[in-house]
Structure formats: C-alpha cells, structure tokens
C-alpha cells in the first residue's frame, strides 16, 4: 500500500472501532507496519480488518496482516498452474511465481477457463468424483445417499473437522489433509454392523465357537 492508502485504512479502522484512538501520528507508525508487506492492497487490508472487528473491539495492524495472509492463503487453495507449451525450466519457474502471486492477489481465478479446452485426465477425474460427491440425494435419509454414491472416501460429511460431503478433510490450521479423518471413515460402516464388531470383539474364542454352532443349527 501506498502512505496515502495507509492513511485510508486508519481511516476505516476508526470508522470500525470508533473507541480506539487514531491520531496524525497513528498513519506514520501505521506505514512503517505495513512496508513489511508492500504487495497488500488497501482492499484486502480493509476486508482484513473488517474480520477482526467483527470478533473484538479493537484493531492492531499485525491482527490486519494476519487475516490477509489468510485471505491470500484461502486464494491459493484450488491453484493449478497454466505451462505455456514449449517453456524452458526457468521460463516455467517464473511463470508460475507470476500466476502464483496474481492468484494471490485476485487478480486471476485459481483455474483459468479455456474456451474449447480440455481438462488434464488427471483434473477431469478429480472434477467428476467431486461432481458425483456433491449430487443432492432425493430423500433425506443420508445413509442411503452415501450407499447409492459408493465407497468414496468423501461419501459423506466428516464430524472432525465439518466437511461437507465430496469435499477433503482439513488440518486445525485449514490445510488440506491426504487422508481422511478416522472419525469420517468409521461413519461409513452403519451403527448396528460396529456394535456387532465390537460385541464380537470381546467374546473369548470359547465364546465364538458356541455363539456360530448356535447360529448353525437354526432352521
């Protein structure tokens, strides 16, 4: 941002927290702060600190850089680099710092849309499992939606880290895990079928051996 743009956003932060005391010099100390991030625009630091006045009442430029790291973060979660046919390693290299940092700054979508073009074999696939995970089943019984979808591993919602269905599992800190929490992949077996697995699990071998020759003699 520029000083001018700094002086806009202690502008706004006042408008925000009308209790905490802005001043001539508080713009002054304010640009020292944000040279360390010169690449932030005024927008994101205005949307940044809207989100920390909306959970406290007060407003320090470290908690404004903070939610723009996190707004930029949240930009790059879907990036997927566009190569340039015939580019050399360094060439790629500074493409894609280039897409990276426009991504980052939402001056580009994550994905570019190419008229006429066809995904990578890799993306369709991707694409199609996320398209049959997201399908809204027709009857409100979701165990029965998950049977219909399969054994996908984002069948269903996960109780861990709140999922949504076709939608990977995430870290604490909202990164994207490779693997699914324990927690998801024990809902998909139905209640009745664990319970028995579990009553089955602390019977003795004696115990089992009566409980199927029982089982066998029933007509």
């Known amino acids: 941002m520029t000083p001018a743009e ?18 001539e010099y508080t713009p002054d100390a304010w640009c020292d702060v944000f040279a360390a991030v010169p690449h932030f625009s005024l927008a994101d630091c205005r949307e940044g600190a809207a989100r920390v006045a909306a ?19 949240q930009r790059l979660d879907d990036f997927q680099y566009e190569p340039m046919p015939g580019e050399t390693g360094a060439e790629s290299i500074a493409r894609r710092r280039e897409q990276v940092a426009q991504c980052a700054d939402g001056l580009r979508p994550p994905v570019l ?42 069948a269903r919602p996960c109780p861990k880290c709140d999922a949504l269905v076709g939608r990977p599992c995430r870290t604490p ?33 004696e115990q089992r051996a009566a409980l199927l020759a029982e089982l066998e003699v029933q007509p």
């Not at 008229?115 to 991707?126: I, K, N, T, V």
């Not at 009857?139 to 591993?153: C, F, I, L, S, Y």
């Open 6 to 23: 700094v002086v806009m956003l202690a502008a706004y932060v006042h408008a925000l927290c009308p209790a905490q005391k802005i001043d």
């Open 55 to 73: 959970r406290q009442p007060f407003i320090a430029p470290a908690e404004i850089i903070e939610e723009v790291r996190k707004i930029r973060e």
């Open 113 to 154: 849309a190419v008229a006429g073009a066809r995904p990578r074999p890799e993306l369709q696939s991707a694409l199609e499992s996320m398209a049959e995970g997201l399908a809204v089943p027709k009857d409100d019984d979701q165990a029965d939606a998950a049977e219909r979808r399969g054994p996908g591993k984002y």
């Open 173 to 205: 800190h909202g990164k994207i895990r490779l693997s699914v929490h324990a927690e998801r992949k024990n809902g998909g077996e139905a209640a009745p079928v664990r319970q028995a697995r579990t009553a089955l699990s602390a019977l003795t071998p």
